[in-house]
């Protein structure tokens, strides 16, 4: 069976500096990839995906940067973090094709102080 | 554009009652798909339902029961005798079939189901 895993599970941060979150998935290949973002009371929104190794596509315009150096793994940066970064950080997996619910993980909550 | 609205934002009811949460659907695409998150205070995502744009066929699942109209463009899920652990936030979602390489999903703004003893 699939699984993913994100971790850390909390994180505080002091405003400026750097962010690694990572994201793997077992159980499965060439998996559709997802970074979402949501902030506290608020809606989900999709920050990146990646249909595969090297391919990300940016939805939202931000001081974040996404990478996917291996098929399973997807790895949310930021070099200088600002307090507007705070919040709950999903990332999620579907398989190739289309037409398929994605899966989440457990998430990462993020504290930028 | 695809947009997905949950106009509930909050209902709070007691337990063992019934509860309906609404989605509505905007889509120009003939083949689509409608799915049902449940988020605990956990935080994470726990997939319901999938359902595509052909069937619309109720489905029931327990006390879960989902009732997908074309017609008007809503897949409304309806909890049967609520109980306490169904307290969290609802999100409906939607996944268009073309121009989508990426399957990504439109999420609705999400309702924050309440379920008191």
């Known amino acids: 069976s699939q699984t993913i895993h994100q971790w850390p599970a909390t994180l505080v941060q002091p405003v400026g500096s750097p962010l690694s979150l990572e994201c793997t998935v077992e159980?499965?290949?060439?998996?559709?990839l997802y970074w979402y973002r949501q902030a506290a009371g608020r809606g989900l929104q999709l920050l990146f995906y990646?249909?595969?190794?090297?391919?990300i596509s940016s939805e939202v315009p931000q001081n974040l940067s996404a990478s996917r150096p291996q098929d399973r793994q997807f790895i949310l940066s930021s070099k200088k973090l600002l307090l507007s970064d705070s919040g709950f950080y999903l990332c999620?997996?579907?398989?190739?094709?289309?037409?398929?619910?994605?899966?989440f993980g457990p998430g990462t909550r993020l504290t930028v102080t | 554009a695809q947009k997905v609205t949950q106009a509930q934002t909050e209902i709070s009811v007691v337990e063992k009652e019934d509860v309906t949460l609404d989605c509505v659907y905007e889509?120009?695409?003939?083949?689509?798909?409608l799915f049902w998150y449940k988020q605990p205070p956990s935080g994470e995502l726990v997939f319901l339902i999938r359902?595509?744009?052909?069937?619309?066929q109720n489905e029931i699942s327990g006390r879960y029961s989902w009732n997908f109209q074309k017609s008007t463009s809503s897949f409304n899920f309806t909890i049967t005798a609520s109980q306490v652990v169904d307290s969290a936030v609802y999100f409906c979602?939607?996944?268009?079939?073309?121009?989508?390489?990426?399957?990504?999903?439109?999420f609705g703004g999400g309702t924050r189901l309440m379920v008191k003893p």
């Open positions: 990646s249909v595969g190794i090297g391919q």
């Open positions: 889509t120009r695409d003939t083949t689509y798909y």
């Open positions: 979602a939607l996944s268009e079939a073309h121009n989508n390489a990426g399957n990504m999903l439109t």
């Open positions: 999620a997996w579907a398989p190739p094709g289309g037409r398929y619910e994605q899966y």
């Open positions: 359902r595509n744009s052909f069937d619309e």
């Open positions: 159980g499965t290949s060439n998996p559709n």
